[in-house]
């Protein structure tokens, strides 16, 4: 009983830390200011249409999206799932803000165009790394998931729809469009299923 505790309270801690990196490629991606990912542009848009941060923004999409979950495939919502709600969005919003007081450079094209790269990269990395944890996912990672296992489509297939979609959405709300949108939205299912084959041999 004690080894299982322990067991959870690791994987819950690398969760956490998952979570806390999912942030930082998030603020990458945002700072950049060549466009966020299609989720962060809905996000980033609804922030803007409540007047309110990304991270309360976020905290609102993903408590919407977990009672669908939880309703759809309650197997999904766990420690990870109530952990997303709080700390992915406000992971950024402390990142932004210290890039910020750093004065990173985000206006000249190559530096944002490795912020872009590096927040897939990192974002796609976060997102296998907590998912591989076995404790519940975000909503945002368990609508596209859910859908995977009800039909014949691919985790990938089915995040880059719910991207298009989730971008036509945040576009309409005003959220930020860009060429780093365009990357983050064909890049990130295909990244993020590379990195779950490869930790599916780490166990």
């Given at each position: 009983?004690?080894?299982?505790?322990?067991?959870?309270?690791?994987?819950?801690?690398?969760?956490?830390?998952?979570?806390?990196?999912?942030?930082l490629?998030?603020?990458l991606?945002?700072?950049?200011n060549?466009?966020?990912?299609?989720n962060?542009?809905?996000?980033?848009?609804?922030?803007?249409?409540?007047?309110?941060?990304?991270?309360?923004?976020?905290?609102?999409?993903?408590?919407?999206?977990a009672?669908?979950?939880?309703?759809?495939?309650?197997?999904y919502?766990?420690?990870?799932?109530?952990?997303?709600?709080?700390?992915?969005?406000?992971?950024a919003?402390?990142?932004?803000?210290?890039?910020?007081k750093?004065?990173?450079?985000?206006?000249?094209?190559p530096f944002q165009?490795?912020?872009?790269?590096?927040s897939?990269?990192?974002?796609?990395?976060?997102?296998?790394?907590?998912?591989?944890?076995?404790?519940?996912?975000?909503?945002?990672?368990?609508?596209?998931?859910?859908?995977?296992?009800?039909t014949?489509?691919?985790?990938?297939?089915?995040?880059r729809?719910?991207?298009i979609?989730a971008l036509?959405v945040?576009?309409?709300?005003?959220?930020?469009?860009?060429?780093?949108t365009?990357?983050?939205?064909l890049?990130t299912?295909p990244m993020?299923?590379?990195?779950?084959?490869?930790?599916?041999?780490?166990?």
């Amino acid at each position: 009983m004690k080894f299982l505790e322990k067991d959870i309270l690791r994987r819950t801690v690398l969760v956490l830390v998952g979570l806390v990196i999912l942030g930082l490629g998030a603020a990458l991606f945002l700072y950049s200011n060549l466009g966020a990912d299609p989720n962060s542009v809905f996000i980033e848009g609804l922030g803007i249409k409540l007047d309110v941060s990304y991270g309360t923004a976020s905290l609102i999409v993903n408590a919407v999206l977990a009672s669908i979950v939880f309703v759809t495939k309650r197997k999904y919502i766990n420690i990870a799932s109530i952990l997303c709600l709080f700390v992915t969005g406000y992971s950024a919003d402390f990142f932004v803000f210290v890039f910020k007081k750093l004065a990173l450079n985000n206006t000249f094209f190559p530096f944002q165009l490795i912020y872009i790269v590096l927040s897939l990269l990192i974002l796609s990395f976060a997102i296998a790394f907590y998912i591989h944890q076995r404790l519940g996912i975000g909503a945002m990672d368990a609508i596209p998931q859910i859908i995977a296992d009800k039909t014949s489509l691919s985790f990938s297939t089915t995040r880059r729809i719910l991207d298009i979609l989730a971008l036509a959405v945040g576009i309409i709300l005003g959220g930020t469009f860009g060429i780093g949108t365009i990357i983050m939205s064909l890049g990130t299912g295909p990244m993020v299923e590379f990195y779950r084959r490869k930790f599916s041999f780490v166990n």
